[in-house]
């Protein structure tokens, strides 16, 4: 694999810089628009090999790749498209004595350096690369070290698309070299970042010291609440596709299961069985529907966090093993435990199939402990009185807060954590902010 030195950065932040003050500075609002509609058509001519590329690269089952990931890479660069031509800033009234225009402009920030992690490497890029680009920056993206091929491709769409030369970089390379190295760059004005917690807290101490422009989107616990009064039938589904969707390698896996008290064994009961019956195989067979972990540091990791979790004392109710009979790969089985709030288990971001469930008896007690963490990505509530839904959406300290479901994404809603999930938001007109500055003009007219 070529990975990309310093030496490389500088290269791709003097074409980027190029393109800001060539072709690309000059190209209009419409045609930007044109060239990311054009991109979206062509993704889904490619979502073929495109969609083989990222399942075999990250281990995601391949019908998962086909129904979430490759349309909503496409719907992004659609979504952009059509705000390229709508980023305006306002004419203001001044009070001032005397006349004077005064009016705002929403410009590019310029050069953004886009790094992302390995667990949905396309769709994640087109999260940066469509809202940047709608706004006329030029982007350098860094795909993950294990997980670059859908980038590379879509490179290739990207120049086939007309995208003139320096728009776009794209540099695969280790992020404690070619992302360490964007990061500190001064030709960089911006990073967007997508990973860990512990990467993105060394990333706002680095790119703090010049004050470059940062937007995070980090790591998560994200509780998962079923009432009562749910119907418990689709809660429990609910509950399963939160957590063992993208193997638990999710950033928003509903990873703290919390279960009224009474009802606590039977929601055990039918989560041991639902994921008894996962198939776990292949990622490019089309009836797996649950993938290999990414690596071997990954199963390692997984796998020890369930070892310390038992260890600690949580039940462990069903699975907690490599699953060697799926297949020559990092399989772990879907996993489930009761546990404990202050357990590891409970608290940590685990990032492969392992489920906690926590029970309780008083809903004011459960807000509170649902929101006991240095996160907030995203939360569920489950229940048959939507009104109780919404009072305890409004409640949770959440970037996202589904009810009555779990996922759903979409390019015109806004994305991002709360607490230590991140800063800024990605998607919808939100996205937009982040990536052009406000330029106020003053024009004397006397
Ligand atoms: P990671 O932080 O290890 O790596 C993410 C990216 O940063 C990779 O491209 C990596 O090469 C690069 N990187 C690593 N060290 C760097 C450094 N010192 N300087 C600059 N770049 C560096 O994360 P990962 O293991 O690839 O992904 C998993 C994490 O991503 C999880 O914590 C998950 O929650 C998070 N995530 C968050 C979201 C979200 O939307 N909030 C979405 C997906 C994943």
Redesign the pocket.
């Given at each position: 694999m070529q990975l990309a030195s310093s030496g490389d950065v500088d290269l791709a932040v003097s074409a980027a810089q190029r393109a800001l003050n060539g072709v690309w500075g000059e190209t209009t609002p419409a045609e930007r628009g044109r060239l990311l509609w054009r991109l979206a058509d062509l993704i889904d001519e490619h979502a073929d090999i495109l969609r083989q590329l990222e399942s075999l690269d990250v281990g995601k089952p391949v019908m998962e790749t086909y129904v979430f990931d490759l349309p909503l890479t496409s719907d992004h660069f659609r979504y952009f498209a059509g705000w390229a031509t709508k980023i305006t800033g306002q004419s203001i009234p001044s009070s001032l004595p005397g006349e004077a225009l005064c009016y705002t402009r929403h410009e590019p920030v310029g050069v953004v350096a886009a790094?992302?992690?390995?667990?949905?490497p396309l769709a994640?890029a087109a999260w940066k690369l469509a809202p940047a680009l709608a706004c006329g920056n030029a982007v350098i993206l860094?795909?993950?070290?294990i997980t670059p091929l859908t980038a590379l491709y879509l490179g290739e769409l990207m120049l086939e698309a007309g995208f003139p030369s320096g728009a776009v970089g794209i540099l695969p390379g280790?992020?404690?070299v070619t992302?360490?190295a964007?990061?500190e760059h001064a030709g960089v004005d911006k990073v967007s970042?997508?990973?860990?917690?512990?990467?993105?807290r060394?990333?706002v101490q680095k790119a703090g010291g010049n004050f470059k422009r940062v937007t995070l989107?980090?790591?998560?616990k994200s509780p998962n609440i079923i009432l009562p009064d749910a119907n418990i039938s689709d809660a429990i589904g609910g509950a399963m596709t939160a957590m063992f969707f993208n193997q638990g390698e999710?950033?928003?896996a509903g990873s703290r299961l919390y279960v009224p008290k009474a009802l606590k064994a039977d929601v055990l009961e039918q989560l041991a069985t639902r994921a008894a019956g996962i198939v776990q195989g292949l990622s490019l067979d089309p009836a797996t529907q649950m993938g290999p972990l990414v690596s071997q540091v990954q199963l390692e990791r997984v796998l020890g966090f369930v070892e310390r979790g038992v260890t600690a004392g949580a039940t462990l109710v069903t699975g907690g093993s490599r699953n060697t009979s799926a297949g020559a790969g990092y399989f772990v089985q879907p996993t489930v435990f009761s546990a404990a709030d202050d357990l590891e288990l409970s608290r940590e971001?685990i990032?492969g199939p392992v489920l906690t469930v926590l029970e309780y008896e008083d809903i004011d007690d459960l807000v509170t402990r649902a929101n006991d963490s240095v996160y907030g990505?995203g939360a569920g509530v489950w229940t048959a009185d939507v009104k109780t839904g919404i009072r305890i959406a409004h409640r949770l300290k959440a970037g996202t807060v589904w009810v009555n479901g779990w996922g759903m994404l979409e390019a015109s809603m806004p994305?991002g954590?709360y607490k230590q999930?991140?800063i800024g938001r990605e998607m919808g007109s939100y996205a937009l902010q982040h990536y052009t500055e406000v330029k106020s003009v003053w024009v004397n007219l006397l």
């Open positions: 790094i992302v992690p390995w667990n949905f994640i860094k795909p993950s070290e280790l992020g404690a992302g360490a964007l990061v970042f997508t990973g860990s917690t512990r990467v993105g060394e990333i989107e980090l790591g998560g999710a950033c928003v971001e990032f990505l994305w954590g999930s991140g």
